[in-house]
């Protein structure tokens, strides 16, 4: 037997060698892998977040000029009742239905569906203005003074 050589009972003796499982306990190399990866899953999460909210601002600001475009009523609607001016000392019947949108002979039915829809728009609790209310009342108030009901 020269040297280098082995037995034939030392390779079964290391043949049956006893088998560790890897331990629980992590490597340094094994926690910079799994941390590493979550900072890149977390880098491209909030890149893409900021890349999506990015480009629904800049379609909401389109949207935005689309709509107020479309919102836009020609002037020529406006001409012939258009109201010159601020409002008098004394309400008058032509002021109160150029305030309310309706006729100055309308029916009380007429004059309460006007103040409504114009009171939602107008109301201060929504953000309207409190003299433009009063006003508002004031018109209603001399419309329904002498109009038959409906």
Do not use: C
């Given at each position: ?29 094994e ?17 893409a ?16 000029q ?71 009342n ?13």
């Amino acid at each position: 037997m020269g040297k280098g050589y082995l037995p034939h009972t030392d390779i079964q003796t290391h043949q049956y060698a006893e088998y560790n499982p890897k331990s629980n306990i992590w490597s340094d190399t094994e926690i910079d892998k799994r941390l590493g990866g979550t900072l890149i899953a977390v880098g491209l999460g909030v890149a893409a977040a900021g890349f999506s909210g990015r480009y629904a601002f800049q379609l909401w600001k389109r949207l935005g000029q689309v709509v107020s475009q479309t919102k836009k009523m020609p002037t020529s609607a406006f001409s012939s009742q258009h109201y010159k001016g601020g409002f008098d000392q004394n309400m008058t019947k032509n002021e109160a239905s150029l305030i309310l949108g309706i006729s100055p002979t309308s029916t009380k039915s007429k004059v309460r569906d006007a103040h409504r829809r114009i009171m939602v728009l107008n109301h201060p609790d929504k953000g309207g203005s409190p003299y433009m209310a009063a006003k508002i009342n004031e018109a209603k108030d001399l419309l329904d003074k002498g109009q038959q009901g409906g």
